[in-house]
């Protein structure tokens, strides 16, 4: 297990340090010279300032944190703020035990019960086609189960999610210009600023508006899942007829191959996450600079998506998980509107 090697004061360190060190990618300027091909864009390292303003630890692991749990009635043990690293000790601390009649039927998403005498997950490395390594780096396995590298959840077991460990996914942000009747774009009366819009999607879980995207698949490439969660939850794609599909995938094709940003990789504080598995994830986004192509590209919900539109870009906006903090990094990089107040930077 590698759990055996990791120190307990490295594995439970606290969120805003762990992600300090998460490589994030973005289409970078001159500045900026060592760029990957493979992805059309730079690379560079977040400080532990911006990450401590993404994930602090006042604003970090809330959701994670909250009752009852999703699709239950379930109620977490209460988890105080000064309590949530696994760092301090918590002699008494007695996390609920809950795992979904939906993970424990065993579809082929899911792992089966740690204590099944066929299942020997390999953790913090890759494992056949699933990927358990985590995005912030090494996590602590104890007692046979993975830990939550952000701290407790006062829930134990894997909730709604199929593995033990990370749960990756992958979340396309498709970004235009919003444009008046002439085809000009429209700046914000306050800001000064051009007014960004992303494709919103709203989920049938829990009514809450979101980044369209989803989990990877096992052995999927990221920009694969990025492609077919777009055109599932967006575009209604799982409902089109094959020549319909064919179009739709040329279409596609040109939006995902052009360069793009990287905006985070990592964990997401997510209400379906638990002491044992959590959600991580790779934002990217794309960008329609004219709005030529999705001009061309009717949105349509479908999949896990009951609604779907344009929504504009400012910090006024209430979206599932960490979706929000991911769309102000898109404003800040794309230097477009995202607040009406002067000072702009992140809190500490």
Known sequence: MAG????????????SVALASVTVKYLGGGSVAACRNSLSSCRFHVNSNMMSGFHGTKHSHNKA????YPGSKVQRSQVPNDKVGWFVEWRDYNPVEYTA???????????????????SPKFN??????ERKSQNGLYEVENGRPRNPAGRTGLVGRGLLGRWGPNHAADPIITRWKRDRSGNKITHPISGKNILQFVAIQRKDCGEWAIPGGMVDPGEKISATLKREFGEEALNSLQKSSAEKRELQE??????SQEHLVIYKGYVDDPRNTDNAWMET?????HDETGEIMDNLTLEAGDDAGKVKWMDISDKLKLYASHAQFIKLVAEKRDAHWSEDSETGCPG
Do not use: C, M
Request: glycine letters at 8%; hydrophobic letters at 40%.
């Open 282 to 286: 790779e934002a990217v986004n794309y």
């Open 125 to 130: 490395e890759k494992d056949g086609q699933v």
């Open 65 to 68: 944190r909250t009752s009852p």
């Open 4 to 15: 055996g090697f990791l120190g307990k004061t490295l594995a439970s360190v606290s969120l």
């Open 251 to 256: 279409k596609l094709h040109q939006l995902f």
């Open 101 to 119: 009649v939906s993970v424990l039927a065993g579809p082929r998403w899911a792992d089966p019960q740690i204590s099944e005498s066929n299942f």
